[in-house]
């Protein structure tokens, strides 16, 4: 009975959403005629994993700045994120040598800056920031390293071709891409960049036409040939890792959705992503509260001024007469929320590891510091090694 009682109300939440201003683009009647998306929604939570690993951590680059007084509230919350995904980034052993680190909605650069702070002693590193806006405030003008050169590309991600960037073009760096909080579709945009743009094409150029030999001649080095390749294809891997801290899924696209063939999979497509993508901003119902609590002299802390955004995204959504009100309850409505989010999450960890990537989603932070406190980590699967045989 109660099981019922929460499929009608399942029902009624996503028939009186899909009733709004979207209802004539969302073709509401064919799936109210259908009956049946609240029961995909209740399906998915059943396949997908909603509840994630805890994996706070901290990274010793900052603990100067994280002890500090003079930082407000809000920069020590960003310290703390950072901290968390530079500690995450070394327990990956993704922090090293020899390597191209491409920030991704990059702003100011506090990310990369952290980054570099731990590399300090490191030769061999290269910091790529991509920005399509002209940011004030930038940091990495201050850094003056003969062991690491920053570049700014102020370009959209999405036409963003990093084979054709001269640093990697020259030097064919293994790249580190990293965000926090990548907003909507710029994540799919850079899992694309790298996974389907940068890594194809360094797999593309490593092989190179065989010479034409004797039959004989192939019939004696095939074996020797065969397990070079093999060591090549493992050796080669044109992109480390990924790390990229979540948000905004409301701010997701279908067009550029990594996860379009996990949904289409399981009976879903472009309607129901977007009623999913609607939705999932109920997630972060309490980060007004949040946000309207920070003063402007703290907000100018973050490096793009993240918490503005939020702030202006979230009364976008919450404008509106509230359809829902004395239907569900804030935290309802937040519990449906994150399932949204974990639905397009999962989407995303499906295709990093159809393309052959070890991804997972682990909340890298309290809520209590952020909202949006859920990283995606990505490095490439290790090769598989047959069993010896007996």
């Known amino acids: 009975?109660?099981?019922?009682?929460?499929?009608?109300?399942?029902?009624?939440?996503?028939?009186?959403?899909?009733?709004?201003?979207?209802?004539?683009?969302?073709?509401?009647?064919?799936?109210?005629?259908?009956?049946?998306?609240?029961?995909?929604?209740?399906?998915?939570?059943?396949?997908?994993?909603?509840?994630?690993?805890?994996?706070?951590?901290?990274?010793?680059?900052?603990?100067?700045?994280?002890?500090?007084?003079?930082?407000?509230e809000s920069a020590f919350k960003h310290l703390k994120q950072q901290a968390s995904i530079l500690g995450n980034m070394e327990k990956l052993h993704l922090l090293g040598p020899?390597?191209?680190?491409?920030?991704?909605?990059?702003?100011?650069?506090?990310?990369?800056?952290?980054v570099d702070v731990a590399l300090q002693n490191v030769e061999d590193v290269?910091?790529?920031?991509?920005?399509?806006?002209t940011t004030?405030?930038?940091?990495?003008?201050?850094?003056?390293?003969?062991?690491?050169?920053?570049?700014?590309?102020?370009?959209?991600?999405q036409h963003l071709c990093l084979n054709k960037v001269p640093i990697l073009e020259k030097k064919k760096l293994p790249v580190v891409g990293m965000g926090k909080h990548l907003c909507g579709a710029a994540t799919d945009l850079a899992l694309r960049c790298l996974v389907e743009s940068y890594a194809a094409c360094c797999d593309a150029q490593n092989e190179e036409p065989a010479p034409k030999r004797s039959r004989t001649h192939q019939a004696e080095v095939a074996s020797n040939n065969s397990a070079d390749n093999e060591s090549s294809k493992a050796d080669c891997k044109p992109v480390a890792g990924?790390?990229?801290?979540?948000?905004?899924?409301?701010?997701?696209?279908?067009?550029?959705?990594?996860?379009?063939?996990?949904?289409?999979?399981?009976?879903?497509?472009?309607?129901?992503?977007?009623?999913?993508?609607?939705?999932?901003?109920w997630a972060t119902c309490g980060m007004r509260e949040t946000t309207n609590k920070a003063s402007a002299s703290e907000a100018s802390e973050e490096q793009t001024g993240d918490t503005g955004e939020h702030e202006q995204a979230f009364s976008?959504?919450?404008s509106g007469p509230d359809t829902l009100q004395g239907i569900l309850t804030v935290e309802e409505r937040k519990e449906i929320g994150s399932l949204c989010k974990r639905l397009i999450d999962h989407g995303r960890i499906e295709y990093l590891q159809q393309r052959g990537y070890k991804a997972v989603l682990q909340y890298y932070i309290e809520s209590a510091v952020s909202l949006e406190n859920v990283?995606?980590?990505?490095?490439?699967?290790?090769?598989?090694?047959?069993?010896?045989?007996?």
């Not at 990283?375 to 007996?390: D, G, K, W």
Request: charged share 20%.
């Open 98 to 114: 020899g390597r191209c680190f491409i920030e991704f909605g990059a702003g100011r650069g506090k990310l990369s800056h952290w």
């Open 316 to 318: 976008k959504i919450e």
């Open 136 to 157: 004030r405030f930038k940091v990495d003008g201050k850094h003056q390293r003969r062991d690491s050169t920053f570049e700014r590309l102020q370009v959209d991600i």
């Open 242 to 281: 990924i790390v990229i801290a979540l948000c905004c899924h409301h701010k997701c696209d279908w067009t550029h959705y990594v996860g379009r063939e996990f949904f289409k999979s399981v009976g879903l497509g472009p309607v129901e992503f977007h009623c999913f993508q609607r939705m999932s901003s």
């Open 126 to 133: 290269q910091f790529l920031l991509v920005e399509r806006a």
């Open 1 to 72: 009975m109660t099981d019922l009682c929460s499929q009608q109300t399942m029902l009624l939440v996503l028939q009186t959403e899909l009733m709004s201003e979207y209802c004539e683009m969302l073709q509401t009647q064919k799936l109210l005629a259908t009956g049946n998306l609240h029961l995909k929604a209740l399906h998915l939570h059943a396949g997908v994993e909603f509840h994630l690993k805890e994996q706070i951590l901290s990274h010793q680059a900052l603990q100067e700045a994280l002890n500090d007084p003079k930082n407000g």
């Open 375 to 390: 990283l995606l980590t990505a490095v490439p699967s290790p090769s598989l090694i047959p069993e010896p045989t007996t």
